[in-house]
Structures are given as C-alpha cells and as structure tokens.
C-alpha cells in the first residue's frame, strides 16, 4: 500500500486515500487478526461480509472481529478513488482492560453475515472526529496514560456506534420489513405438508441461515419490529398451525402433535398450554 510504518505497534488509523495500491494488486479476500473499524465513502467496488453485499457506497461503516472474511470485487475504476479511514486494533492492546471483554458483546462485531452501518452526515462527522483523536493521541508520546486515554476513545467510539445501530434498525425499515416478510414466507414452506413431521419446527439457526443473517442481528431485529424475539415468533407461527389443524379438521391432537414434529403427544400439550393458558382439547371443544 506504500504506507509508512505505523507509530504504534499494535494500534494504527489508515487513511484510504493515502493508499497508492494498484487495483489489479487488491486481493479477493482479505483475512486479518485485528479488530478492524472502517468508514468508506465513494467506494466504487462491492464489499462482501460473508454472504451478503452491502448495498450502499457511501457514508457505510462496518466492524470485523479477527479472523473474519472480507470480499473485494467488482471495480470498475483503475485506480482505487474511495476515502476515508480504518481503524485497527490487535487483541493484545486490550489486554489488562475492560474493553478486553466488553468488545466481544458488541453484535457488530459477530454478525457472520454483516449489515453495514450508514450514517448521516453529522454522525459521519463525529465518530470521525473520535477516530482523529485516538490518532493523534498515539502519535503524541506514548506515556503510562496512553493506553487509557486511547481505549477510553474506543468505547466512546463504539457505543455510539451502537446508539447508530438502533436507530438504523428504525429508520431502514423498508429492507428491514422485507426480513419480516421473507421470515413469514419461510415459517409457512416449513409448515407444508409432512416437513414438520420429518425436520421438525425450524430452529433460529435455520432461519437465520436462510435469511442470510446471524442469529444475534436477527433476533435484534425483531425485537426492534415486533417486540418478539425470534424463537418466540416462530413459536406463534406452531401455534397458529396447530389451531388451524384442531379448528379445521378431525385429526386427533396425538396425531396433530406427530404432524408438527413432536415426538411426545404430552409436549405438545403442555406446549399448547403454556402459549395459550389452554389445552389442545378445550380449544377445540370451543368449535363444537
């Protein structure tokens, strides 16, 4: 990248327009061991974060944990003409602090399949100005406050990082109700025929695999939307399957717990008991 080496061994802000690498140089993927912060405006490529491209090319952030797989493809440009920085973390500077922990709670930074970060302008502009800050400050001395003062920046960075993440979760809510859709469209193919019987009522997992997001990012997602988690809808959607099979047809409630995939008759109606304050039975009586 013919960058200089940086002023910190662990810790270092790179700034991509200083990057003079060619394209035809950029490799396909990239696996690194730091915690890695990026802000990328006019990127004129396609990110991929596991399965998922991200579907802005500008003001986007995204969080990778070591080890994590980033996709560059798609340049249309020979030269790489995006800006803005990237902030790199090794694992070891976070040693002896809080933050040491505290970084491996943030969803951001465990989603397998990401949903980057857009900001406006005002928030582009202050999480900016933390990252010029911890710059700065590793540039200066290093003395037996820098360590604090630097991680102090970082978990100031983070949490409005996250304080973004909710009000995106808000204000995205036209991608965000197409996952509400998918799910539902999802949770009624399960529910067709024999599937439940032979698979059984599909797990968070499941869904989140075939919705193409992690199971932390969706669950957080929904309790955003609908107030439920994800086990919790999926839950209601058995319910509701199992209430259209005790109202619409004379199959006996064993044989409606073997159709919706449980091995036991009795877990089923104690299932049914617990999600409805009634049990199969009386539930059908009211049809009668």
């Known amino acids: 990248m ?9 810790l270092t802000v790179v700034n991509f327009n200083e990057i003079k690498r060619k394209l035809d140089n950029v490799p396909q993927s990239i696996i690194h ?10 990127f004129q490529g396609k990110l991929k974060y596991g399965q998922q491209d991200f579907d802005f090319d500008s003001g986007m952030m995204h969080f990778m944990s070591p ?5 560059i493809g798609g340049h249309q440009e020979t030269n790489v003409k995006h800006s803005g920085w990237l902030l ?6 976070l040693w002896n602090t809080t ?3 505290k970084i491996k ?26 990252v010029q800050n911890i710059e700065q400050e590793y540039q200066s001395s290093i003395d037996s406050y820098s360590q604090e003062v630097i991680i102090s920046h970082i978990e100031l960075l983070l949490t409005y990082s996250e304080r973004f993440y909710q009000r995106q979760f808000i204000t995205r809510k036209i991608a965000n109700h197409k996952i509400l859709i998918h799910l539902e469209a999802l949770l009624i193919e399960c529910c067709k025929g024999s599937k439940l019987a032979a698979n059984g009522f599909p797990t968070v997992k499941y869904v989140s695999e075939k919705l193409n997001v992690s199971p932390n990012y969706l669950s957080r997602l929904l309790k955003t939307l ?3 988690s994800t086990i919790q809808i999926i839950q209601d959607k058995l319910i509701d399957f199992a209430k259209e099979r005790l109202s619409t047809t004379e199959l006996s409630v064993n044989e409606i717990a073997y159709e919706l995939g449980f091995e036991h008759p009795q877990s089923f109606s104690k299932f049914f008991k617990i999600k409805t304050n009634t049990t199969p039975l009386e539930f059908r009586n009211t049809f009668n």
């Open 67 to 71: 080890k994590q797989l980033l996709t």
């Open 99 to 101: 933050l040491a922990k």
């Open 226 to 228: 609908t107030g439920q």
């Open 105 to 130: 709670g943030y969803e951001y930074f465990s989603y397998k399949v990401s949903e980057a970060l857009y900001l406006s302008e005002k928030e582009e502009v202050l999480v900016s100005g933390i």
């Open 88 to 93: 790199l973390i090794h694992p070891d500077f």
């Open 2 to 10: 013919e960058l200089p080496k940086p002023h910190h061994p662990l």
């Open 33 to 42: 061991y730091f915690y890695s912060i990026a802000l990328k405006r006019n």
